[in-house]
């Protein structure tokens, strides 16, 4: 009995040789195709990271592209802006050269009642003094007298009236071609780019 064991127990498996080759080539082939697997993983991996490199890249482009749209957009409006308010300003903007009407009042004396804004009338045979009809009892007619002048814009001032979509501006002018008294002031239609323009509208009056 212990004899048999014994000889069992040292017995030599005869396809030991075989069993241990084919185990290696197990694990060989295991190896191989796990070292596929990795290869494939890995490759899977930096393919990964290309495309998301390839995405941060084109998120970059767009983020780019977005702020040069971002700007153009602005600029595109604050072109426009400028451009619809010079529109508006009939093209001129503050510190501009503009043409404008000078007027001045002169009192002259009135030639019918000789400043005294009465004259003498016969009513019924008696003379009496009543308002004389040309000056209107003022004594004075005004005499209007009007150049063509040249100033710098110092102020500009805009009025809208939503009802009638009116939109109106209103020019405070420093003169330059005369000693400037006071600022003048012209509306919409009474300031100009040239000399000729304002005296055209002169004619006109
Ligand atoms: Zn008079």
Same mark, same amino acid.
């Given at each position: 009995?212990?004899e048999?064991?014994?000889?069992d127990?040292?017995?030599i498996?005869?396809n030991?040789?075989?069993n241990t080759g084919?185990?290696k080539?197990l694990?060989?082939?295991?190896?191989?195709r796990l070292?596929e697997?990795?290869?494939?993983?890995q490759?899977?991996?930096?393919r990964?990271?290309?495309?998301?490199k390839?995405?941060s890249d084109?998120?970059?482009d767009?983020?780019k592209?977005?702020?040069?749209?971002g700007a153009?957009?602005?600029?595109?409006?604050?072109?426009?802006a400028?451009?619809?308010l010079?529109?508006?300003?009939g093209?001129?903007?503050l510190?501009?050269?503009?043409?404008?009407?000078?007027r001045?009042?002169?009192? /002259?004396q +009135?030639?019918t009642?000789l $400043?005294? &804004?009465?004259v003498?009338?016969?009513? #019924?045979?008696? =003379?009496?003094k /009543?308002? +004389?009809?040309?000056c209107? $009892?003022y &004594?004075h007619?005004s005499?209007i007298? #009007?150049?063509? =002048?040249?100033?710098?814009?110092?102020?500009?001032?805009m009025?809208?009236?939503?009802n009638?979509?009116?939109?109106?501006?209103?020019?405070?002018?420093?003169?330059?071609?005369y000693k400037?008294?006071?600022?003048?002031?012209?509306?919409t239609?009474?300031?100009?780019?040239?000399?000729?323009?304002?005296?055209?509208?002169?004619?006109?009056?």
């Amino acid at each position: 009995m212990y004899e048999y064991e014994q000889e069992d127990y040292f017995e030599i498996d005869e396809n030991f040789e075989f069993n241990t080759g084919i185990n290696k080539l197990l694990d060989e082939e295991v190896e191989k195709r796990l070292a596929e697997r990795v290869k494939n993983y890995q490759e899977a991996i930096d393919r990964d990271k290309k495309s998301q490199k390839t995405i941060s890249d084109l998120r970059s482009d767009m983020h780019k592209l977005q702020l040069n749209l971002g700007a153009a957009e602005k600029t595109f409006k604050k072109e426009g802006a400028d451009d619809t308010l010079r529109e508006l300003l009939g093209g001129f903007k503050l510190g501009d050269e503009v043409w404008f009407v000078r007027r001045r009042y002169n009192r /002259v004396q +009135c030639d019918t009642c000789l $400043g005294d &804004g009465k004259v003498i009338a016969e009513f #019924k045979g008696e =003379e009496m003094k /009543v308002q +004389c009809p040309k000056c209107n $009892g003022y &004594g004075h007619n005004s005499d209007i007298t #009007k150049s063509v =002048e040249k100033g710098i814009i110092k102020e500009i001032e805009m009025h809208t009236w939503a009802n009638g979509k009116k939109f109106e501006v209103k020019m405070y002018i420093d003169p330059t071609t005369y000693k400037p008294g006071d600022t003048v002031s012209a509306r919409t239609g009474e300031f100009f780019k040239t000399e000729e323009e304002c005296e055209a509208t002169l004619k006109e009056e």
